[in-house]
């Protein structure tokens, strides 16, 4: 939320005097985590005093006297949404959900506006109902600006699996001191409209992704066809069905954006890439499978709005926590000379703190509903320095209970 929306001493009488969710110490500990992660006070409280964010705007906007709501897909009419124009919208963090007769309900990142609530009054000639809802829920509803995603999504799944097999420039058309591909036909050649193609359909499935709020995303190829599926709520959605031949420029175009080797098939690869989609800024976590007919594709959709992980909040062991600060604060030193020996027993960070997660997971531990897992090199080969450095890329359904830390016990 924006700074102006509620002050600290606003915020501290409702939870600490009023309602008595946190105490005085613990709402200091989050005034100094918001400062140290930069993030809105009323996100800290709501993370360190274990009670859901929208909770804490409910309370806000009872105590405003306005309506809240958490604004799902669901919420907006589109006609009433297309009532304010998409660029002051946008400008001023509001969406138009629901009209009836003269009356239009707006959700708003700071409802107490009242010269917003007057100018779309006035610019709409509707009486303005405002109501709280937080920032990203804004944002996410803001992207129907566009349309049906649906709709959108199928219209660039049908222009991927129709421009791929275009045939690109006549060889000897490119520039002079373009590089050229002798090995045979080029196997990463495309039309560059198929490579457009594939670009557009990466971003509508990212799109209806957020809007959906969906946690996953599956692009899982078969024989006949390729599906992309949206874990939401913790269940598989089929959504769409692509031809097999926009599968190999869909999932290029997604290894390209996550730094993965794309002329390697026969290993998994992860990967990570930020994607803003009109404002919205979300992270990925990428995973690619080999399977029978091609690779499988996960993408782990991670909101800037998720909880921020705190050092405090990891769930270690004292002893562990004291080893991990004692770890980060030493200073990290390299010989580059004959001292082989020397060098093998200076601390290493970072070695020390997966050590403190391996020790977790070994207890029953689990950080964040993950369990850790080997990773391997580039040969397939297990590599020990990875070991506790990496999470496993989720794919049940949040909130299920850990499987425990799997290992790797082949050569």
């Given at each position: 939320m924006a700074?102006?929306?509620?002050?600290?001493?606003?915020?501290?009488?409702?939870?600490v005097d009023q309602m008595e969710l946190v105490d005085a110490a613990e709402f200091e500990k989050a005034q100094q985590m918001a400062t140290r992660l930069k993030i809105p006070?009323?996100?800290?409280l709501a993370e360190r005093g274990r009670f859901p964010l929208a909770f804490l705007l409910a309370q806000l906007a009872q105590a405003w006297d306005v309506g809240f709501i958490e604004l799902k897909v669901g919420d907006v009419q589109l006609d009433a949404?297309?009532?304010?124009?998409?660029?002051?919208?946008?400008?001023?963090?509001?969406?138009?959900?629901?009209?009836?007769?003269?009356?239009?309900?707006?959700?708003?990142?700071?409802?107490?506006?009242r010269m917003i609530i007057r100018e779309i009054a006035q610019t709409t000639k509707h009486e303005v109902v405002p109501y709280l809802a937080p920032e990203g829920a804004i944002r996410r509803a803001q992207l129907l600006y566009k349309g049906s995603l649906r709709e959108m999504l199928e219209r660039s799944a049908l222009r991927a699996s129709t421009e791929i097999n275009r045939p690109a420039k006549p060889a000897g058309s490119e520039a002079p001191g373009t590089p050229k591909w002798h090995g045979g036909p080029d196997p990463l050649r495309r039309a560059p409209a198929a490579e457009a193609s594939a670009a557009d359909l990466v971003t509508r499935v990212?799109?209806?992704?957020?809007v959906t709020r969906a946690s996953d995303v599956h692009i899982e190829p078969f024989e006949l066809e390729t599906l992309v599926r949206y874990r939401i709520d913790g269940v598989l959605h089929e959504v769409m069905s692509l031809p097999p031949t926009a599968q190999a420029s869909l999932i290029a175009r997604i290894k390209i954006l996550s730094a993965m080797r794309i002329d390697e098939h026969r290993i998994a690869q992860d990967g990570r890439f930020e994607a803003d989609l009109s404002g919205f800024v979300v992270d990925l976590r990428v995973s690619a499978m080999p399977t029978q007919w091609g690779e499988k594709i996960v993408m782990r959709v991670l909101s800037r709005e998720a909880a921020s992980a705190d050092l405090d909040d990891l769930g270690l062991a004292a002893s562990d926590y004291e080893l991990l600060i004692k770890s980060l604060l030493r200073p990290f030193r390299h010989d580059p000379g004959d001292g082989a020996d020397r060098v093998r027993q200076v601390h290493d960070p970072l070695r020390d703190a997966a050590a403190a997660v391996d020790r977790a997971a070994e207890r029953g531990q689990h950080l964040d509903g993950r369990g850790s897992h080997r990773v391997h090199d580039a040969a397939g080969q297990p590599d020990p320095a990875a070991r506790g450095r990496r999470l496993r890329l989720r794919e049940r359904a949040p909130g299920a209970a850990p499987a425990g830390p799997r290992r790797h016990h082949g050569g």
């Open positions: 700074g102006s929306l509620v002050s600290d001493d606003e915020l501290k009488t409702l939870l006070l009323e996100r800290a949404l297309q009532i304010i124009r998409e660029e002051y919208a946008r400008s001023h963090g509001v969406v138009a959900f629901e009209r009836q007769d003269r009356t239009l309900k707006v959700a708003m990142a700071n409802p107490r506006d990212l799109e209806y992704a957020v």
